[in-house]
Nanobody, 119 residues
Framework: QVQLVESGGGLVQPGGSLTLSCAAS????????MSWYRQGSGKERELVASISSGTYTTHYSNSVKGRFTISRDNAKNTAYLQMTSLKPEDTAIYFC????????????WGQGTQVIVSS
């Protein structure tokens, strides 16, 4: 049974930091590209960051570049999103996604974790 379980969301003040985790099970984690998406209220879901399976190549959206860091620990089957210098516009539900490196039809989503940036 495939599962992606996000955790670490919550309420944080502007300028603060949070680290999200995405724990994976039921598939060969090391063979999958891991990504974080977010969806704000009334907005479309957008890609925040991704990390490849082999070379750990990372990609970031312009809105978070320099503030967020994506990483993965294949031994723990977990992906992370370290978020710093948070802004109110970062408020959203954050989802993790796994896509197989070579068979892109094999993709899985987590249920999301809420991040609220507010004073």
């Amino acid at each position: 049974q495939v599962q992606l379980v996000e955790s670490g969301g919550g309420l944080v003040q502007p300028g603060g930091s949070l680290t999200l985790s995405c724990a994976a099970s039921g598939f060969t984690f090391r063979d999958y590209i891991m990504s974080w998406y977010r969806q704000g209220s009334g907005k479309e879901r957008e890609l925040v960051a991704s990390i490849s399976s082999g070379t750990y190549t990372t990609h970031y959206s312009n809105s978070v570049k320099g503030r967020f860091t994506i990483s993965r620990d294949n031994a723990k089957n977990t992906a992370y999103l370290q978020m710093t210098s948070l802004k109110p516009e970062d408020t959203a539900i954050y989802f993790c996604k796994a896509v197989h490196t070579y068979t892109t039809s094999r993709e899985y989503w987590g249920q999301g974790t809420q991040v609220i940036v507010s004073s």
